[in-house]
């Protein structure tokens, strides 16, 4: 699972309501770090009032990244409890199968099945031979 987006601040908030407007009103010349430094100075001047709502919106953002959190974590341990019990050794009393791997079980199978086809090779020569 990916990791959630990271909360956003109230000032985020405000730069995503106001910036297009500020670049429309700089005209088409202004560069972004002139439509950031009237930004910036815009939100220095607002008032706690005015602030508010951003700040409000920043309590809400930091609540759902919060949660978000909590599930990607849960989700994470989830993982990697499913991978050790795949993977775990046998326990004490419990003896080591070819198959609990996976590995030895593979190599026995291939090993068996390039025999058969060498002696399919084999009986095929020495069928032509006769």
């Known amino acids: 699972m990916a990791p959630p987006n990271r909360a956003r601040s109230a000032f985020m908030f405000y730069q995503s309501d106001h910036l297009g407007d500020i670049k429309r009103g700089l005209g088409p010349g202004a560069s972004m770090g002139d439509a950031m430094q009237t930004l910036s100075s815009q939100w220095k001047s607002l008032t706690e009032d005015e602030r508010r ?48 791997r996976g590995g030895r079980a593979r190599m026995d199978a291939e090993r068996e099945a390039r025999e058969a086809r060498d002696a399919a090779r084999r009986e095929a020569s020495q069928s032509r031979l006769t």
């Open 53 to 100: 709502p951003y700040h409000e919106r920043e309590e809400e953002d930091r609540k759902r990244y919060h949660a978000e959190c909590l599930e990607a974590d849960a989700a994470a341990l989830k993982a990697r409890e499913e991978r050790r019990e795949k993977f775990a050794l046998p326990g004490e009393n419990e003896e080591l199968q070819a198959s609990s």
